[in-house]
């Protein structure tokens, strides 16, 4: 079995750092239920990642004009084979193409070889969009000021549109249709550092209900256009918890990155086996 992963996210949204941690736990953890069959050729590209996790520090950012794959093999204990191909890029690259509209030659045959899209969303950092019943009504006044705000910054994409945008051009691309659902690709979006997400939001357990409280609009987009059985929402925290550029994690330190980062099932439970995503991103 072949899966081409088109791994989507804006800058920030913590691509590199789940890329180390599935590596990590792929190589080092005896119970994932995912394991490689050799080590990859290009491994090297997440070496200082590695290196600054297992330090207790944060990775760096992907240099801009970066994107390279890993190709590669897993099995699990059933004896299923996978074949990998997973980027790494940085996230610029990816809102580029939305705001200019414009696909470069290996954007387009990237998107036309792949077989699973792999979303990712730092949800905590999506910004609620405030109407008249979570904000009430303005004071006078306010609406001009904040209209005039409004002319005055240049004008940016709000994240709703982005996402929608973004699967829109990407599926025209992929020569896919709306119109025959069941040939869209698997798509799996992963809230990301759903570690603070759940510290600002306690009561809220399933990924989805996340997505829908902050992107409504891009949550009803998908419902009504990706058959269930291709689509899984689920939360991730790669890394467990905010490591910082300089003071090392005496926890990571201590007891290794691999101990660290879980996801969130579609019914808001949790798993420290990053491995098991594979399975989602297969399916379908
Ligand atoms: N709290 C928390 N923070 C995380 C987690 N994963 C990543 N981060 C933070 O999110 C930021 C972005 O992570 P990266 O993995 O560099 O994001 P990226 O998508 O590769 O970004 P670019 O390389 O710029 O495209 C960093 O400050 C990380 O420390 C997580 O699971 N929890
Ligand atoms: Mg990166």
Redesign the pocket.
């Known amino acids: 079995m072949e899966e081409n992963i088109l791994v989507l996210?804006?800058?920030?949204?913590?691509?590199?750092?789940?890329a180390v941690q599935l590596f990590g736990r792929l190589f080092k953890s005896p119970k994932a239920s995912w394991k490689p069959k050799s080590t990859p050729e290009n491994l090297e590209i997440f070496k200082a990642g590695f290196e600054r996790l297992s330090k207790g520090l944060?990775?760096?950012?992907?240099p801009s004009a970066f994107h390279q794959d890993i190709a590669f093999c897993v099995v699990n204990g059933q004896g299923t084979e996978i074949n990998f191909t997973y980027p790494?890029?940085?996230?610029?690259q990816l809102r580029n193409l939305v705001t200019e509209r414009r696909l470069n030659d290996a954007w387009q045959q990237r998107v036309t070889q792949s077989t699973s899209w792999l979303l990712?969303i730092?949800i905590n950092n999506i910004k609620e969009i405030e109407d008249i019943i979570t904000r009430g009504m303005p004071e006078y006044g306010e609406i001009s000021k904040i209209r005039a705000k409004e002319n005055q910054d240049s004008f940016q994409i709000g994240d709703q549109a982005f996402y929608t945008e973004l699967l829109q051009m990407l599926v025209r691309v992929k020569e896919a249709s709306f119109l025959s659902p069941n040939y869209l690709p698997q798509l799996t979006i992963m809230l990301?550092?759903?570690?603070?997400y759940k510290a600002a939001n306690p009561e809220m357990q399933e990924p989805d209900k996340a997505l829908m409280q902050k992107l409504p609009m891009f949550h009803t987009f998908l419902h009504a256009n990706w058959p269930n059985k291709n689509l899984t929402i689920i939360g991730?925290?790669?890394?467990?918890?905010?490591?910082d550029e300089k003071i090392p994690d005496e926890d990571y330190l201590d007891y290794g990155p691999e101990k660290f980062?879980y996801w969130v099932n579609e019914n808001g439970l949790e798993d420290t086996d990053l491995t098991g995503i594979i399975s989602l991103i297969h399916h379908g």
Do not use: P, Q, V
């Open positions: 996210g804006d800058k920030d949204t913590g691509k590199t750092h789940f944060e990775i760096e950012h992907t790494d890029y940085a996230g610029e990712l730092k990301s550092c759903w570690d603070e991730l925290s790669s890394t467990g918890k905010k490591l980062g």
